[in-house]
């Protein structure tokens, strides 16, 4: 019996950034449990398992969490090994956390494998360091979907002096850029707007906070996409346009 | 000629949360420049390549950084792969955008490979999801570090509604503690202060936010130490207590 669920971050999307744990989570899979924004590429560690998309998100059809967690349970009392793959990490707008409660609270032996986030993954692919000296000593994550009850305190985010990375913000940019400008944030404040982060097929807009909507709009910007807004965001752009000496406020940047 | 400077987040201190991308690097390198915190054990990927230490810590003999600087742009003219190796990811809390821009300005090729930063590491391995829906909706990195002459609103911090997750902070915690409470953040607000993250020999100490200097100084919390500030740092504690009907306020777990 090696009955036990890992729940795994695949990373951003890139499958070289998976990690040599989550590697092996995979190799010792018998389920492999796959959320919609993981990048099938990394099945290749695992060619002799069940995989079983399981789908969640906002808007389309979806599998409900009710349903995940009870086939989890159920492969796992069967003395499977279950891997449930999730993109990004588990415990950054994930629901690792919840899943873990719930499957410990029945018996069930549960390991978490960090990934690395689609927000650090985006920015470092644009040439943004979401930390520098000098500039932004710290960052900050959120997510602006809102079924998340819990509050945001956005005179708060808007004050703190961190980068901003804001997750699931696509539909929300005029509400987000209303709530930060309320906040007391720069109407001139860099920001970058990076769409399925590091893959392939990332694009890039970038904007300042009062014309990020319509910059987006005019970009045809969708989801998955990871918002960067802080100072950081425009540093590698001044010295490109130091080096070059033109200027641009939206463009998109194939296979960076 | 391969020259080129790969800036590789080697992660927390696990072997095991290297990425695939790093090994890559790693393989290809003919020289690796090594930061303290690193886990030599992750040398074991360039078993052919040159080594050379380059440790940095606040307040011990290190290495200067424009030495470092020097060193990587002489190896890359020389036709050299170099993988500067740094503990974490390179863009948080590593310089990674300053020593990729120093590079860049001087016609050096550079990639940067992100990494699994030691907040997030060490708080998956003590049970604590740093956002979870309904506790907090984002979480807020940063430096307590004072050689980052950027400014701060601990203030905002403290109202931000996010997990803090605060590195470098092991010789300010009293003074952490004065600005939180001072900006209206709640005296009781639970805290665990998690050393050497990630590695076989991580220390956990839980406390709150008034009793947390005093805990962490009877406990003997060493650098490099995380504090993670905010209720999802009792989420689970109140799970065991329910289960077990004990409480504590510091302990030590062993090889998590």
Redesign the interface.
């Given at each position: 019996m090696n009955a036990k669920v890992w729940l795994v971050g695949a990373?951003p999307g890139?499958?070289?950034?998976?990690?040599?744990?989550a590697?092996?989570a995979l190799h010792e899979a018998d389920v492999v449990m796959i959320d919609d924004l993981v990048n099938d590429a990394v099945l290749e560690h695992c060619p002799a398992a069940r995989v079983i998309p399981v789908g969640k998100r906002g808007g389309c059809r979806s599998t409900p969490q009710a349903f995940i967690h009870r086939l989890m349970l159920r492969y796992a009392r069967q003395g499977k090994c279950v891997v449930r793959l999730k993109g990004g990490?588990?415990?950054?707008?994930g629901?690792?956390?919840?899943e873990?409660?719930w499957l410990r609270?029945r018996g069930v032996e549960v390991e978490?494998v960090?990934?690395?986030?689609a927000g650090?993954?985006g920015?470092?692919q644009c040439?943004?360091?979401?930390?520098?000296?000098?500039?932004?000593?710290?960052?900050?994550?959120?997510?602006a979907h809102t079924?998340?009850?819990?509050?945001?305190?956005w005179?708060?985010?808007?004050?703190?002096?961190?980068t901003l990375v804001i997750y699931m913000g696509v539909a929300k940019l005029g509400e987000i850029r209303d709530q930060l400008l309320a906040g007391g944030m720069a109407a001139d404040t860099p920001v970058a707007m990076i769409e399925n982060a590091s893959l392939a097929h990332q694009r890039e807009c970038r904007s300042d906070l009062s014309a990020m909507a319509e910059d987006a709009s005019a970009f045809e910007l969708k989801s998955p996409a990871i918002l960067v807004i802080g100072a950081?965001a425009a540093?590698?752009e001044e010295?490109k346009i130091a080096a070059f000496g033109s200027s641009c406020t939206a463009y998109g940047v194939q296979a960076l």
């Open positions: 990373g890139d499958p070289e950034l998976l990690t040599l744990k590697v092996r990490d588990p415990c950054i707008f629901r690792g956390g919840e873990a409660q609270e978490l960090n990934g690395i986030t650090l993954a920015a470092t040439d943004i360091p979401l930390t520098l000296r000098g500039v932004a000593r710290g960052v900050t994550l959120v997510t079924q998340d009850d819990s509050q945001l305190n005179q708060a985010l808007a004050q703190g002096g961190t950081v540093v590698v010295q």
